[in-house]
Structure formats: structure tokens, C-alpha cells
């Protein structure tokens, strides 16, 4: 069930497409990703924009917290930046569960450079609506 739900999140997800996201790894409440930075990602100062990384890691943390098919929205999440980020960087996303409880979860995304260096790390706590994200009941 887990990669039916992240392949059908990757469907109906331009933006995450745009970002060039490859999944690497899925399992109940775990979500590994990379993503290579392009031109169209950099910011006045030649590095990586910041809502590039922010949202590598909110895409690893949207699949970790949907993929028990069991719809959650983010309810708060927050980022610190430790490196930074340039062209031709390939930037893992690694979302790991923290807590998954009835009506919320609450999951560390790091990221990681090409070299294995931590460039930033995210916090993010997710609402259970209690609706699937498959299913006939699942109308977005």
C-alpha cells in the first residue's frame, strides 16, 4: 500500500515533479528522496533559494506521513539551513517518524549533499483528517 499511495501523491504533484524528485526508499512513516539542483533553483547569490531544500524536505515529509494511505495535511513545520546549497548538488531528503499518533505525527527531515554533509534539517507535525488518500472516499 505504501507505494501505491506515494505513486499516486507523484501523479497529481506538478511541483515535485518540477523539482526532478526520485524516491528512493518507502516504507510505513519513512521516505528517502533526492532531487539535483538546476540553474532555475539558484537565487541572486548563486546558491540554492531557499524554498528549494524547504520544499525537497516538505515533499519527503508529505510522503512519510500519507503513506499508511491515511490523508494528513501539515500543521506546522520549520527549518534550519547549515550549508549551502549550489549548482549540480544532488540534495537527499531523508523523512524518519517520530511520532504517529491518532490525529497527528510528527517527523526530522535531514538533508543531505552529494558528499554526505547535513546541509539542513526540518521539523514537521502533520494532522490526520481522517479521510485515505486512496479509496472511494478519498475526493480531494
Known amino acids: 500500500m505504501t507505494h501505491q499511495v506515494v505513486s499516486h501523491m507523484i501523479a497529481k504533484d506538478h511541483f515535485s515533479r518540477w523539482l526532478g524528485v526520485e524516491v528512493l526508499d518507502l516504507s510505513e512513516g519513512y521516505c528517502r528522496l533526492q532531487a539535483s539542483i538546476r540553474e532555475e533553483m539558484l537565487n541572486s547569490f548563486g546558491m540554492v533559494h531557499g524554498g528549494v531544500p524547504f520544499s525537497l524536505a516538505d515533499t519527503a515529509f508529505a510522503y512519510a506521513c500519507n503513506n499508511r494511505n491515511a490523508r494528513s ?68
Open 73 to 140: 495535511v501539515a500543521l506546522d513545520a520549520n527549518m534550519s539551513f547549515i550549508k549551502p546549497t549550489h549548482l549540480g548538488d544532488t540534495v537527499t531528503a531523508e523523512a524518519c517518524e517520530i511520532h504517529n499518533g491518532r490525529s497527528t505525527g510528527v517527523y526530522l527531515v535531514t538533508l543531505t549533499n552529494q558528499q554526505h554533509e547535513t546541509i539542513a534539517l526540518f521539523k514537521g507535525t502533520c494532522f490526520r483528517t481522517g479521510k485515505p488518500v486512496l479509496g472511494a472516499s478519498a475526493s480531494l
